[in-house]
């Protein structure tokens, strides 16, 4: 090597090295402009809010000394748009009240992570965020605790929490927190004003509406079900045809008519970014965080609400968890009417509690309404659907290596 | 030999391909360099892309001051995550560098004696973790470590990737060792050094470029892994190519872009130095002949 | 004379002896030297691949989770009626696994064995402590499937300490009630393909390298110190550089929406509608494969090459020759030992790619790499994964040695 190419290299290197400590110059300055605006941000905003942040009567909460002071809890979630709504309704105060300092981790569902820590002993997670077929299913391998329902607080007018939750929300290990909806969004700009998708079959008819697909390749769950009613099967058939033979060849079929044309996605953040970067025309998500893109980051795009299919999202802890005492608090405290409401002020989920309903108001910083955003505003529900937790506790493990090869083939 | 090169310059024209053909081939060889290097070269301007894009915007193409910027530098340096994900590359990197570097120096100097038993099966050993595909070795390691308790420790990390970084070691001071002229520190010890002295005095400085060389490979090599970090990592192990791993699968964001450009230049100032260390290595060389 | 050929001899055999324990020293030396590297590999890096290995052959799980109702399936042969003892003993096993906490892998076992088993065993470990003899039809009354034939044998099969049923799984074979071994129902079988994908991807990226990589080699091998040095650093930058910056690298350019779409778009022969699909799918693979590992092509035949003297070929030419003739017959054949390393290294790395695929492979570019991390990782079925390693091992150990055999270890160089 010629030292002459080593100069260049060498020049070449410091350059680059001199535009990047240039930022720390630069950075400086406007970190604090950032700071200012959302400062600026945050007070535009309080005036508006009716529901003032949890100033909740915990009873016994003030003036002692704080229960958690110096532990640690961590709470696993989805990430991104609604890891924010929950670290704004559930981390924040719980810190404030508590003095337990919440630990944010991302992941994608499933309950392979907490069986690989259960069953090696190294429990690095507490409380976990699940959707409610994985929570069944690890509850029913011993991987979740139990959970008490006595420890639920009741709602503001003394309603016990067994009422005031909404059906199915309280399982043996575990609580809903919010109802969510797997829906279809679409970018109103890659389709003619007069030609717009409006049911879940456009969804699968590339013919009239071209354009890509997004469609979540972590679990056949949701998938299916909604290739079976694209297909024709009437809601409350989804999942006894989904049983037989017949009933899964049925919804790969109608998959693989969309096949060539579907991009895949993982993470729930991944949906209306496929969107935004024009990757796909149309894709499946949560609703959300469609929401989150729409309101938030003024995004031209739309909610299909045809077919959308409702599910639970609730808070399990991991057997076994090193700060277990934390987590009950934890659950214990976002459980509660209050949380539940202030979460709705940031993302378009619905919260479990009846007494949490009142309560939901406007979005946080965009000002919008959120009734008619959330899964079970009535004009939105006319053709739900609700998860069968307890029939994917038992076909999810089998689905999913079909569904695994079935990708693989490609 | 060398005279006789440096007084004739010219390419060594075996092949006349005539001049069409000339061009020709340089036009592919052009073509093979703009692959090599192209996706670099696109990421670095990238980086600074005011707009999260991943792509030219007109105000970047147009030299326009508002569509550069450095706000996924910022990003990078107010992100604690990022921040941390640095400092654990480092200690990984330093210790399994330090554990490769030892091992595989002390084998490959028993490996250049003419007497050495076994040589042919402890080569073979020594470069295997070059052969046998990571992902089964991070899955053997996953259960093994985890039985040990090194799992989701910066141990288990430094030791995992200690053996993917000792045959790059090996290789390289064999090399430098099979060179190196052993009458030298034979020499000075018949001039009345001691086995210690002679080493220090003589032979490491010999062979400290070939060695330097190795430890930047085998640091480079622990610099980019992410196999064994998916498998045995916890959420304290987090190094740079895991996060990036996890930015890419999540939500690609062009702070990524800026890491990658970090890289690109820690990988260009590993280059670099080994290239030194080689030309020293060289002019040792020109001096035992 | 007798006392001098004595001396003499003597001192022969003491001066041989003396001889002998300087050689045995420095054996001994030179062994002790690499004796660290050694021990350290064989505990940290052998042990695990031997793990592993292990795994896809063994497999106490059931044994240990439900010990007597194991023992009691011992002596069935597999026909008939499944045996009462094995009924009679599950009650108790259930109620000891449940309270030890450690059902949840037997579940996992079974499950993997037979879809369905899951909710059989939860159902029976929760009324366990309520069932009462006689056993057989109690767990027939909590369900039907207790009761038949195939239940038990897949149960016995699961139970297997040590089994190649997890090679025939990988294999996308299975036993069926009769122990007959058969091809799995095509919606289920996708091993088979993946290897094949696998060593073709693998095959492909490696023929695309040597094409590519071969005639750059040549060119830096045959033109001026300064621009063999430059094309070097454009050479050696990539082979630097982290392979998950470079995947990076093509998302970006590859992507619909991404840097190579957009040159398309803005010449004169793609519309906006025709962007390409270059990611996410094999065409993805394949490049971003071929990118990473072309230095390894390109490092081995260079220096080959430059060692190839000039002239061997001037010699040839000056016989008579022609310019293709001398490179087919002289120089060609010279540069094989460098081919022949770089087609083993990028074979062998392409073969057990995971990273790459598993970000820019979509689905159709997916490799057995990344089934082995599904399987580690997501549906735990950690006897699969072991025995997917252990084939894909097998493959990349049988194209080692047939290389060495064919080109030799020592004449092979890398970097």
Known sequence: MSKTILYVLLAAVALIAAIVAGLYVFGQNSEELANDMSRDMQTRAMPELPVSTPAAPIPGAAGQAKQFAGREVTVVSWGSAYTRSQIEAYHKPFAAQTGAKVASIDYNGGIAQIKTQVDSNTQFWDVVDMEVADAVRACDEGLLEKIDPAMLPPAYDGTPAMQDFIPNAIQPCSVTTIIFSHVVAFDTTKFPADKQPSTLADFFDTAKFPGKRGLRKTSPKINLEMALRAAGVAGPDVYATLAT???????????DKIRKDVLWWETGAQPPQLLADGEVAMTTGYNGRFFDAQIVEKKPFKIIWDGQIQEHDVLGIVKGAKNKDVALEFIRFATGTVPLAEQARFIAYGPARRSSLPLVSIHATAGVDMKPHMPNAPENETNAMQVDAAWWAEYQ?????RWAAWLARG | MSIAEATKPRPRKAFDLGSAGTIAFRAYCLLVLAFLIAPLLVIVPLSFNAEPYFTFTQSMLQLDPTGWSYRWYEELRNNPQWLESVKNSFIVAVFSTLIATVLGTFAAIGLTRPNMPYRGLIMALALSPMIVPVIIVAAGMSFVYGGWGLKQTHLGLILAHA????????????????????????????????????????????????????????????????????????????????????????????????????????????????????????SYGGMKS | MDMTVTASQALRADLSAAIERTNKRARSSAFWMAMPLVAFLTVFFVLPIGDILWRSVYNPTLSEVLPHTTNALVSWNGRGNPPIRAYNALPQD???????????????RLNIEMPGFRSMLIKAARSADQLSAPYAPAFGALDSRWGSRETWVK??????????????????????????????????SIYVTLFLRTFVIAGLVT?????????????????????????????????????????TAWIVLLQREGVVNDLAVASPFFAETERMDLIHNMTGTLIAMTHILLPFMILPIYSVMIAIPPHYVRAARSLGASAPGAF?????????????????????????????????????????????????????NWGLAAALSGLLLAGVLIMYFIFIRTIGLDRMRVA
């Open chain 3, 207 to 247: 023929v695309l390298c040597l094409f590519i990589g071969y005639p750059l080699a040549f060119m830096m091998a045959n033109t001026t110190p300064f621009w063999r040095n430059s094309m070097m650093v454009l050479v050696l930058l990539p082979f630097w550089t982290s392979v998950i910056v470079r995947t």
């Open chain 1, 245 to 255: 033979p017949e009933g899964q060849a049925k919804a790969f079929a109608q998959l």
């Open chain 3, 94 to 108: 259930l109620i000891n696994a449940q309270s030890k906490d450690i059902l949840g892998k037997a579940v996992t």
């Open chain 3, 155 to 188: 149960f016995k099969n699961a139970a297997e300490v040590y089994t190649l049923g997890f090679y025939l799984a990988a294999l996308d074979l299975e036993r069926n009630v009769d122990g007959q071994i058969i091809q799995k129902p095509q919606e289920d």
């Open chain 3, 328 to 380: 087919w017959q002289v120089y060609l054949p010279l540069s094989m030992p460098g081919v022949g390393a770089g087609v083993l290294l990028v074979f062998i790395l392409a073969a057990g790619f995971y990273i790459t695929p598993a970000l820019v492979g979509g689905d159709s570019g997916q490799m057995i790499g990344n089934f082995i991390s599904f399987h580690m990782n997501e549906t735990l």
């Open chain 1, 397 to 401: 493990e089998e689905l999913n290596l």
């Open chain 2, 163 to 282: 053996t993917l970084g000792i045959p790059f070691v090996v290789v390289t001071m064999t090399a430098t060792l099979s060179t190196f002229d052993r009458r030298l520190s034979q020499a000075a010890q018949g001039l009345g050094a001691t086995p210690i002295q002679s080493f220090f005095e003589v032979t490491f400085p010999l062979i400290m470029p070939g060695l330097a060389a190795g430890a930047l490979f085998a640091f480079a090599t622990s610099f980019d892994e992410l196999v064994t970090v998916l498998f045995l990592g916890g959420p304290d192990q987090v190094t740079i190519p895991r996060q990036m791993w996890s930015g890419i699968r999540e939500q690609i964001s062009p702070a990524i872009l800026a890491a990658a450009t970090l890289l690109i230049c820690v990988a260009a100032t590993l280059l670099i130095l080994v290239q030194l260390a080689q030309n020293q290595q060289k």
